[in-house]
């Protein structure tokens, strides 16, 4: 389904999980999975430590939509009989079914493209061409999310990159070094975001419902140019707002904000203090070897969002290249979807994001589920040197005109 993306092995060594003797959570799985850890690994660790939690249908489908394997379900599924009490009878429902075929989606837009690390300034080295590997980042939190794009989709896929380099087990750092890893990379966030604060660049945010078939039954679309205006102020410009049918799902402030600062995720040195923050591994992703790390929000304060899920840390730069998860909180009636984060070297220092995509299932206590595709690109980025950081929000007028401008 990803156009210009490769899965490929990722080796996790799961060093935080592997320290103790307790059972396996739900979330433990679950960060397993997304994190790329090997089939045989995860079965391992299901065997050694059991899990302590009941699989059931619902979890069963967001373990399979994570990546998980016929092996991985029938060792959890085990692990599950072996927990019951002897003389209990059996009332644990059965796992989804592995013959299920995939939803027929919508055709969606193409995927990040191969992205490249710029050779240093004056250097002779040539860019290594590299795509972030898949993780298959598909239902299970709710939300509103973003559409495939099918009627402006470029027909031609991107390049191929080569084959990536063996994917032997890299080596853990000491665990002592892991904090000073962890500041490294946030204060390389700071850098970046303040560096992302001095570009111009376009935003297209794209939703769509799909029906019970696959079928795209509404959409929403906002287009932005983030720019500088003769003060040097920044501004949220809107450039294209037509009318939207989103079926059984409405746009909210909050969506509109996690748009803005929670898919292009930054992770800076002020942030740190409000987030659990786990090392998970050393991985090869395409021609990067990166740090896997865990982002979990200690607190959710009031009227506050936060990101939920893993990113992935090159080890040379120490800067967040993808990331994957969700935003949070989610009340009754405001869902968000999981999402995947791809990142791009712009100016051969920074890694700035470029795509984002989220395809899943928002469940709202009554109602069928809302199957919703998220679609949001990030292009043109332009360095303008503003010392203003103040970003203003440009309301939609009442009928904003419905053609958009061409590409």
């Not at 290249?321 to 100016?347: C, S, Y």
Request: proline fraction near 12%; charged fraction near 20%; glycine fraction near 4%.
């Amino acid at each position: 389904m990803w156009i210009g993306i490769t899965a490929v092995a990722l080796v996790l060594l799961v060093a935080g999980l592997a320290r103790a003797a307790s059972p396996l959570s739900a979330d433990d799985v679950t960060l397993l999975l997304i994190g790329g850890t090997p089939s045989q690994r995860i079965i391992s660790l299901v065997q050694q430590r059991g899990i302590d939690f009941k699989l059931n249908p619902s979890l069963a489908k967001e373990f399979r939509q994570d990546g998980a394997s016929d092996a991985v379900m029938d060792a959890l599924l085990h692990a599950t009989e072996r927990a019951k009490p002897p003389a209990q009878p059996s009332t644990s429902s059965p796992p989804a079914s592995t013959s299920q075929p995939e939803p027929n989606l919508a055709p969606s837009a193409p995927g990040p493209m191969p992205i490249a690390r710029a050779a240093a300034p004056g250097s002779t080295e040539a860019a290594v061409p590299i795509t972030t590997s898949s993780v298959n980042p598909v239902p299970h939190a709710p939300s509103v999310a973003a559409p495939a794009d099918t009627a402006k989709a470029s027909a031609a896929p991107p390049p191929k990159p080569a084959a990536p380099p063996g994917d032997a087990p890299l080596s853990d750092p000491p665990p002592s070094e892991i904090s000073s890893i962890i500041h490294a990379f946030a204060a390389k966030e700071e850098e970046f975001k303040e560096a992302r604060d001095n570009y111009a660049y376009h935003q297209i945010n794209k939703v769509e419902t799909l029906d019970a078939n696959g079928d795209v039954d509404g959409s929403w679309e906002q287009d932005w140019d983030i720019m500088f205006n003769e003060n040097g102020g920044r501004i949220l410009k809107v450039t294209y707002a037509p009318p939207g049918d989103l079926k059984d799902v409405l746009m909210t402030e909050q969506d509109i904000k996690a748009f803005q600062d929670i898919q292009p995720f930054v992770l800076t040195t002020q942030d740190l203090p409000e987030y659990n923050i786990r090392y998970l591994g050393h991985v090869h992703v395409d021609y990067l070897t990166c740090y896997v790390f865990s982002v979990r929000p200690k607190e959710i304060k009031k009227r506050q969002q936060y990101f939920d899920g893993v990113v992935w840390v090159d080890d040379r730069d120490l800067q967040v290249v993808k990331a994957e998860g969700r935003n949070v909180p989610q009340t009754r009636n405001n869902r968000f979807p999981r999402f995947t984060t791809w990142r791009q070297q712009i100016d051969g220092k920074y890694w700035f994001p470029t795509f984002t995509k989220a395809d899943d299932m928002l469940y709202f206590p009554a109602g069928p589920p809302v199957h919703i595709v998220e679609i949001i690109k990030y292009t043109d980025y332009k360095q303008f040197k503003a010392k203003s950081k103040i970003i203003s929000y440009t309301p939609i007028p009442p009928n904003p005109p419905a053609t958009k401008p061409k590409q």
